[in-house]
């Protein structure tokens, strides 16, 4: 593995940690300040809502201006916006501490980008991308069992310590991070947050992907909003509990996409086969997360994690594939703020849902994964009528 590659992984991986520990004590920490599940849920909108404003913008400016600087300046909002939500003495306080954070939120889309710059291949590509899945998996096994652990000393000392981490990952990335993206664009930018999305729209060759993405998106932001709310409410666990149970969660992304995405699924099956094929898990996962028996919902929770693992790095690489290297920044963006857009949605969608039935947002989901099936099967049906290749270019296209 490459110096570059490293540090890019460790990055991520110390970014993830932090992620990780908030994960399972944010909602026994915001309960203390308010019991309205809706409240807790909009938590998420709000950095949503401003990474929606940001993302495109910073992934633009990663391109034109390099993913060093940029990257860097996200991590040390990360860090600011937790220790003003750790601090936060009220519930205004914690919205603006998510909202510092959300204002410059461009860690993981860089990180791709990076890690697409020095790609050698199309596979190459997407095991590089799998790798970050793989960081991911683990920072998640170790990030909420520390945040499980750290919250019986405090409900604010989880969130104390990731910004720390994300304080400590920054002055790393600026001493160590080196720059790879040396053919810069020249394309101006536009600080207008809806002009990605339709870019999105108008984009022909790529409009059911970023329609699929989104709906992927709203599923998983959905079922994120509630998950501790539903293991709390429904199986009485405390956050050391759902601790476990994310660092579970963890272990199988780490699995699934550090080792079987490189070693078994990319050698054995085409992307767009194994991405549709993982939907239709992905969604019977959903339909079983509604069951109240235990030992269904750890089937479906397995299901679910195993989806979501591979879906993540196929589904973008699969955009990335078809974009043009000097517009791949611009193009993570766009899927970035297609992300944040769900993100929005989502959560205030899941909060309104699980007070009126508790197992209504994983059928929204399992309804929304149905609809991304459908628009990348038509895709695929519409290339094949044409006879053109899987990974055709959005320039030829045009």
């Known amino acids: 593995m490459s110096k570059t590659k490293a540090i890019i992984l460790l990055t991520v991986f110390i970014d993830v940690i932090g992620l990780g520990i908030v994960i399972p004590i944010l909602p026994f920490y915001v309960s203390s300040f308010t019991n309205s599940a809706l409240l807790v849920t909009s938590l998420f909108a709000a950095y949503a809502l401003c990474s929606f404003f940001s993302a495109p913008v910073i992934g633009a400016l990663s391109d034109r201006v390099g993913r060093r600087p940029m990257l860097i300046m996200s991590i040390f909002s990360t860090a600011v916006g937790w220790f003003v939500f750790a601090g936060a003495t009220n519930i205004i306080f914690l919205f603006i501490g998510r909202i510092l954070d959300g204002i410059m939120a461009g860690n993981f889309p860089i990180a791709q980008g990076y890690l697409s710059d020095i790609a050698k291949n199309d596979k190459e590509r997407t095991a590089n991308l799998g790798l970050i899945g793989g960081v991911f998996g683990i920072g998640f096994i170790l990030g909420p069992f520390l945040g499980g652990v750290l919250g019986q000393f ?5 969130f104390w310590c990731v910004g720390a981490l994300a304080l400590f990952n920054g002055i790393l990335a600026l001493f160590i991070l080196p720059e790879t993206h040396t053919v810069l664009s020249t394309k101006a930018i536009s600080i207008n947050p809806f002009t990605p999305l339709i870019r999105a729209i108008k984009n022909t060759a790529l409009r059911n992907n970023y329609l699929a993405w989104f709906l992927f998106g709203l599923a998983i932001a959905s079922q994120q909003a509630i998950f501790s709310l539903y293991l709390r409410d429904i199986f009485k666990f405390d956050e050391l509990m759902g601790g476990i149970i994310f660092g579970l969660i963890g272990l199988v992304i780490a699995l699934n996409q550090g080792l079987a995405m490189k070693n078994l699924w990319l050698k054995y099956f085409k992307e767009p086969a194994l991405e549709l094929g993982t939907l239709i898990i992905f969604a019977l996962g959903f339909l079983l997360l509604t069951s109240k028996l235990f030992f269904i919902f750890c089937i479906a929770l397995l299901l679910t994690t195993f989806g979501q693992s591979i879906l993540r790095v196929v589904m973008t690489s699969q955009v990335v594939g078809q974009s043009p290297p000097a517009q791949r920044g611009e193009v993570l963006g766009i899927m970035s703020s297609i992300v944040s857009l769900s993100m929005m949605i989502g959560p205030f969608l899941a909060g309104f849902m699980y007070e009126k039935y508790r197992a ?21 049906r519409d290339l094949e009528k044409m006879k053109l290749p899987e990974d055709v270019t959005i320039e030829s296209m045009i």
């Open 154 to 158: 405090g409900h604010a000392v989880p």
């Open 360 to 380: 209504l947002p994983f059928l929204f989901g399992f309804l929304c994964l149905s609809l991304a099936f459908f628009f990348l099967y038509q895709k695929r």
